[in-house]
């Protein structure tokens, strides 16, 4: 990153400046609702990260966490236009591997397939495709369903710096 920006955990203050940063970063059909991110900030099954002060977060990344599962599913990585190429999302997603549970073993996410800076990322990072997702995101917005090994991606990220 050119610039020093510090990781921390979001809590429930974070949530306009998360809905705010998602309105910046996708269509408006790719948007979480409201009442999901408030959630998410609350309950103990998800680990969501931010960048930036309260009512102006340049990046989030949110994981799902299931009791007893070794599996760790990104829910949403999202940096602002304005941020990026700075390498936020990298950042987001190394202290992620830190701060999920000792159990979690393989990472999972989903992503439109048309969008080729996240999914080159990904790739970068380890992620492999496992499934084609055929109108996941709508007609005609095909997903993917990428997963990787925390230890491959912790690799990468090592390799990286």
Not at 36 to 54: F, H, K, M, Q, Y
Not at 62 to 72: E, N, P, T
Not at 102 to 111: F, H, N, P, S
Not at 114 to 134: I, K, Q, S, W
Request: glycine letters at 8%.
């Amino acid at each position: 990153m050119t610039r020093k920006s510090t990781v921390r955990a979001a809590t429930s203050s974070d949530l306009d400046g998360i809905l705010a940063l998602e309105t910046a970063a996708f269509p408006a059909e790719d948007r979480f609702p409201r009442r999901s991110w408030r959630r998410l900030l609350t309950v103990d099954s998800a680990l969501c990260l931010v960048v930036g002060e309260p009512q102006h977060v340049l990046a989030s990344v949110a994981w799902l966490l299931r009791d007893g599962s070794g599996l760790a599913r990104m829910y949403s990585l999202a940096v602002h236009p304005e941020a990026r190429g700075r390498g936020l999302a990298r950042e987001l997603v190394r202290v992620s591997l830190r701060r999920l549970p000792r159990r979690i073993d393989t990472l999972g996410l989903e992503v439109r397939a048309d969008n080729a800076a996240a999914v080159g990322l990904y790739c970068a990072l380890g992620f492999m495709e496992t499934a084609r997702l055929p109108a996941y995101y709508g007609p005609g917005r095909d997903g993917l369903r990428l997963r990787a090994t925390l230890a491959s991606v912790a690799q990468s990220l090592t390799v990286d710096k």
